[in-house]
């Protein structure tokens, strides 16, 4: 996984960076200060995901929808303070990928980067509350001229939400998945939140409508964890 570091702060890019290193298989291939050295490492190395706070002095959010026009294949995680929900959404609708904030714990960032990484959307739940509490929702932003892909979640989130609906626990997931249970938890919250349902009956109820699981199949597994 190659990454790029942008960030104008010396401290929170060595932070992120050990932390990076220590946790994952990654080469930081660059580290830049401002956009315009962004854009030149993006020029000189293949790049799977950066790492930018879009907000810090020497960057702003125009170097976005740049790295997402030139350089399609790179993923965008944000990694900021915390921000009104209208920034979110204009980051998102020039590009971001992920967005988490910079007081989130090290597991959830290393979370981001690995989903991320994967071309999969990860919001910690501040970032998602934040954003839900505008009444905006991250899937019905007007982003058709950035990606083709229309889908209310990600398929990341559909298998989460089919062995939910199945009956899984948390750690069940986990482990069919390969993921952490700290993981499949923020799915969870987030699920939840682009759905607008408050417990897992709404997940279920949402899995049968759209096909994921069958009403069958539910009640078969529902009777067998009674």
Do not use: W
């Amino acid at each position: 996984m190659n990454i790029v570091l942008a960030d104008s702060n010396d401290l929170i890019r060595i932070g992120i960076r050990s932390i990076l290193n220590a946790e994952l298989a990654v080469d930081i291939v660059g580290e830049s200060q401002n956009s315009e050295a962004l854009l030149e490492i993006l020029s000189s190395f293949d790049v799977d995901v950066v790492v930018i706070d879009y907000t810090s002095v020497g960057f702003d959010i125009n170097v976005l929808p740049k790295i997402r026009t030139f350089y399609p294949e790179v993923k965008l995680l944000a990694i900021t303070p915390e921000q009104s929900a209208q920034v979110l959404v204009d980051a998102l609708r020039s590009g971001v990928t992920s967005y988490v904030k910079k007081d989130c714990s090290i597991p959830e960032i290393l979370d981001a980067v690995k989903e991320t990484s994967k071309g999969e959307k990860f919001f910690c739940g501040t970032i998602l509350e934040t954003i839900q509490s505008a009444n905006l929702d991250v899937d019905d932003l007007d982003m058709n001229s950035l990606s083709c892909e229309a889908v209310v979640i990600s398929k990341r989130e559909c298998e989460i939400v089919t062995f939910i609906a199945e009956g899984n626990t948390n750690a069940q997931i986990a482990e069919k998945l390969f993921l952490s249970s700290h993981t499949v938890s923020t799915h969870r919250k987030n699920i939840m939140a682009k759905l607008g349902v408050k417990n897992t009956a709404g997940i279920v109820m949402y899995a049968i409508k759209t096909n994921l699981t069958s009403p069958n199949k539910f009640l078969f597994t529902a009777a067998n964890n009674a």
